[in-house]
């Protein structure tokens, strides 16, 4: 490191982790001091100030910033039984995640005020990692306001919702409140017809979700955007068609993008071997439209990586009836080892780990996902000396399951920070339930939270 790099020294630091340090997509030698929760000072051990606290990092040992998952479904509230705030969070821990932006598909969904506190009644009392809630769009936009002054990351879009009368109006108020408009972007109309057209088996899943829906909704977001002016992000891009349209999206509107892990490494092949598992929306794809979302992984087009972490049980996941079988699953503990393993095959470059931590911080604007002077303390040291095969049933998750089963990974998460404070040492949780704090957006265009 150069001195110049150097922060000036504070006094004394509450804790030092030294070794391989990743600082904005490479890896430095050098030891990062930790203060009152943010990251203090940054530099060469040598030159350290006085520390009550000293780790040194293994050779094989990356020390990575809390990585931010953007998409996430912890449930709670009516459906505990798929997954809770404490499973959830502890699942994302184990992930090297320490901040989750959680979507508002609950039971019942997060569409006012009320429902909103109540998911934060639950979450601060069992979330280990830090988090924010998106709204589900309201019946009336004066309700997003009310939601905003309470605290967002953002307002999420479902198919169904291109259909509501009120769209246009709380996509208004989304611009004024400068809220991210996070889509999932699937044509409704399209998605009734071809449910008619197709056999309701797990293999036409795909067919029954036609990649063209997931164009036609995104061409039309594009559109409101272009109008409104709202910021737009569509998450969970998983064919080709909707790499196109989304890439005329961005250059149209300056919409952001992005894909789950498993549009990264997951074909329809899957389906066949998994059934239900890996039933998720939008489907898993034809192996030419995961080779080019890889491609466009390394052309740099991508905003964020996402988990679509979406637990529900096991029997409902194996039900032999299509239509009973509920689409997700859970990812936030595999999502790191994956992308680990990618660039240990040097298939990627270590640095799309910014889009699994500080890209997706800057666009929900929150404090995270960098290890940098003034940032939060959110850091997790990696074993890459440890090579482990995925076992659904040793997951933390309440769902024990994933169509990931039996891949061989690279790396394993040893020690968890968050906000400073250590919450992992290997399989022992340190923090109490609870320890968790909720964030919402802020940067120079958006709304201020209470
Ligand atoms: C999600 C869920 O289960 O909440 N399911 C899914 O297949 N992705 C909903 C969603 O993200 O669309
Ligand atoms: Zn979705
Ligand atoms: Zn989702």
Avoid at 54 to 82: C, F, W, Y
Avoid at 237 to 247: G, H, I, N, Q, T
Avoid at 249 to 273: F, N, P, Q, R, W
């Amino acid at each position: 490191m150069h001195p110049e790099r150097e922060s000036p020294s504070p006094h004394s630091l509450d804790l030092i982790i030294s070794g391989k340090i990743y600082v904005e997509g490479s890896l430095i030698d050098a030891a990062v001091g930790i203060e009152d929760e943010k990251i203090a000072w940054i530099g060469k051990l040598s030159r350290a100030p006085f520390a009550e606290r000293v780790i040194q990092a293994s050779e094989k040992t990356l020390v990575l910033p809390g990585m931010v998952d953007m998409h996430v479904h912890m449930r709670d509230l009516n459906e505990s039984d798929k997954e809770d705030w404490y499973t959830g969070t502890l699942s994302a821990l184990a992930g090297g995640v320490t901040f989750v932006a959680d979507m508002p598909n609950n039971q019942p969904p997060a569409r006012n005020l009320e429902i909103l506190k109540a998911k934060e009644e639950v979450a601060s009392k069992r979330a280990l990692v830090d988090y924010g809630f998106y709204a589900g769009v309201p019946f009336q936009s004066r309700e997003l306001e009310r939601m905003a002054a309470f605290g967002l990351v953002g307002l999420k879009i479902y198919p169904e919702d291109q259909l509501r009368e009120e769209l246009v109006d709380v996509l208004r108020e989304a611009k004024r409140l400068g809220l991210l408009a996070v889509a999932h972007a699937e044509d409704p109309l399209l998605l009734n017809l071809a449910g008619r057209l197709e056999s309701n088996s797990f293999e036409s899943h795909s067919l029954r979700r036609p990649a063209e829906g997931e164009a036609l909704a995104i061409r039309r977001l594009a559109l409101l955007s272009s109008r409104i002016g709202f910021r737009l992000h569509l998450t969970h891009l998983s064919s080709a068609a909707a790499l196109r349209a989304a890439l005329k999206a961005k250059l149209k509107v300056g919409a952001s993008i992005d894909t789950a892990i498993h549009y990264l490494l997951l074909d329809s092949s899957t389906v066949e071997k998994f059934k239900g598992i890996a039933k998720v929306n939008p489907p898993l794809r034809k192996e030419r439209d995961v080779r080019l979302m890889q491609r466009a992984l390394k052309s740099g087009v991508l905003d964020a990586i996402v988990t679509d972490h979406a637990p529900h049980k096991l029997e409902e996941k194996i039900a032999e009836n299509y239509d009973r079988v509920p689409a997700g699953f859970p990812g936030l503990e595999l999502c790191l080892p994956l992308l680990m393993t990618l660039v240990a095959r040097c298939e990627v470059p270590l640095s799309v780990l910014e889009l699994y931590s500080s890209s997706p911080a800057k666009l929900l604007g929150v404090p995270k996902g960098r290890i940098k002077v003034g940032s939060d303390a959110d850091l997790v040291l990696m074993d890459l000396g440890e090579r482990w095969r995925v076992r659904g049933g040793d997951m933390k998750s309440k769902a024990k399951y994933t169509p990931f089963e039996g891949f061989e990974v690279v790396g394993k998460v040893r020690k968890v920070f968050v906000r400073g404070v250590q919450a992992l040492e290997d399989e022992d949780v340190l923090v109490n339930e609870g320890y968790g704090r909720r964030y919402w957006s802020r940067s120079e265009n958006s709304f201020f939270g209470p």
